[in-house]
């Protein structure tokens, strides 16, 4: 049973296009967040929410934006895509913030043309 | 089901001593594996990564060691400071892809 499920696996849209991204986690855990993986390598972290405060990176265009209809789901969504969004974006939970596990998603790989 | 596997959520180490961070994996298609610290309520940072055609990758006082046939990797940090205390994620990615698949995490707590 999945822990974190993002869906869809893949995305391709063009570009002015409003997307989302939906992630659903049933650990129960607080905590939410949404990363962007823009190489191999480097993860950048958009936004972390629980019940009670969303903290959001100042640097994440406002086309950007996180909703979550409940504790247990945090959805992306994103207005007027560009190029420059193509990446992967990764959903993950923790109990608490900056939590001992945090349980990530498999990703959603956006392909913006 | 869970390709990248970190089974132990925690682990304390003493000031200078070596700390040993293990991770599993099921898929043997991942061919690159990749090593991330990450602080409270910051976004994973890359660490140190190695590739399947290696055993072994060092940087500094950070090593990792890929057993293939074992489906296992270890990072060890020697000798550890109170400034790795952190969460460390593993990671793999499978041949032709970027895509990355995480464990779950281990917190290491390096007291003095």
């Known amino acids: 049973d999945t822990a974190v499920s993002q869906t869809p696996k893949y995305l391709v849209t063009q570009m002015g296009n409003d997307k989302s991204i939906k992630c659903e986690q049933n650990?129960?855990?607080?905590?939410m967040y949404w990363y962007k993986q823009d190489s191999k390598k480097f993860l950048k972290i958009m936004f972390s929410y629980n019940n009670k405060e969303l903290i959001i990176n100042e640097t994440v265009p406002n086309r950007f934006s996180p909703k979550s209809p409940d504790k247990a789901h945090l959805n992306l969504h994103i207005n007027s895509l560009e190029l420059g969004d193509s990446a992967v974006y990764f959903c993950a939970s923790s109990q608490v913030e900056g939590g001992t596990e945090a349980f990530f998603g498999q990703g959603t790989r956006l392909t913006v043309v | 089901d869970q390709q990248v596997k970190q089974n132990s959520p925690s682990l304390s180490v003493q000031e200078g001593r070596i700390s040993i961070l293990n991770c599993d994996y099921t898929?043997?298609?991942?061919?690159?594996f990749l090593w991330y610290k990450k602080y409270p309520a910051e976004g994973p940072t890359f660490l140190i990564s190695?590739?399947?055609?290696?055993d072994k990758n060092e940087d500094g006082r950070f090593t990792v060691f890929l057993n293939k046939s074992a489906k296992h990797l270890s990072l060890h940090i020697v000798p550890s400071q109170p400034g790795d205390s952190a969460v460390y994620f593993c990671a793999a990615s499978e041949l032709y892809t970027d895509k990355l698949i995480f464990g779950t995490g281990t917190r290491l707590q390096v007291f003095p």
């Open positions: 650990l129960g855990h607080d905590t």
């Open positions: 190695i590739s399947s055609i290696k």
């Open positions: 898929n043997s298609m991942f061919d690159y």
